[in-house]
């Protein structure tokens, strides 16, 4: 596994933006189209926000990114919790992408396991039977989950399907998610974590006994690049 250690957030950010233009520059340049899977959440949402700025924006050949997420609530697209609203307002509405290029993790008037299908069949649509994302990116909970793949959870044990959706009991929800073999199989996959809080899971993670069912993220193991980990000298401090 790999480690970028930065000073600040602002330079996190920066950091991910710029790995964000850059694979999107090679696999656009190799292949005429750049795949991403992207997280919810404050850093992601920091990281549209920059990627969205005259700066970045104009670096990027917009109408060839493909968007697809990596987990969702099961919740409608304006709902405050979506992960694909959040996207929207700070990246998506902001650039010139094909509308029919997004592929948000929500549909109504169908049940969350039946659309698990439908968005496995939409990933296969885009990337064929080889489901190779260019770019997946993650991010950590303190329990040291990843995507909706929550400690102790069934769907840890998932291995056929590319995408599922399950009840998360101790939310009260739907989630649903992409598997870890369909993350495993991504040309990059990068991890942002930072703040005290995620300080025992990322030692675990990075330096712990294999235990999945307890720190979820140690299932990410890419089949192509070694994992890439972008934190703070803070957090990193005792790991």
Do not use: C
């Not at 959440?41 to 990027?60: C, D, H, R, V, W």
């Not at 307890?214 to 957090?235: A, G, M």
């Amino acid at each position: 596994m790999g480690v970028t250690i930065v000073d600040n957030l602002e330079l996190l950010y920066k950091e991910a933006a710029d790995q964000f233009v850059d694979f999107a520059k090679e696999a656009i340049q190799d292949k005429g189209i750049f795949v991403v899977a992207v997280s919810g959440g404050s850093s992601p949402k920091a990281i549209f926000k920059l990627l969205a700025t005259q700066n970045y924006a104009e670096q990027i050949d917009w109408k060839n990114i493909y968007f697809f997420w990596v987990d969702e609530r099961w919740v409608p697209l304006d709902d405050e919790k979506s992960n694909a609203k959040m996207t929207f307002e700070t990246l998506l509405n902001k650039v010139p992408v094909h509308k029919d290029h997004v592929f948000p993790m929500f549909k109504e008037g169908i049940l969350p396991e039946d659309y698990a299908v439908e968005y496995e069949n939409e990933i296969r649509n885009v990337l064929g039977d080889e489901g190779r994302f260019d770019f997946i990116l993650l991010g950590m909970g303190d329990d040291g989950h990843t995507a909706s793949l929550f400690p102790g959870e069934e769907i840890l044990h998932e291995n056929k399907k590319w995408v599922d959706a399950y009840y998360l009991a101790p939310q009260n929800m739907y989630r649903i998610t992409l598997t870890a073999p369909i993350i495993n199989r991504a040309e990059h996959i990068l991890v942002i974590t930072f703040g005290a809080s995620k300080k025992h899971a990322l030692k675990e993670v990075l330096h712990g006994a294999y235990n999945p069912h307890l720190y979820p993220l140690q299932l990410i193991k890419p089949e192509k690049r070694e994992l890439q980990f972008l934190t703070d000298s803070e957090t990193l401090q005792s790991v």
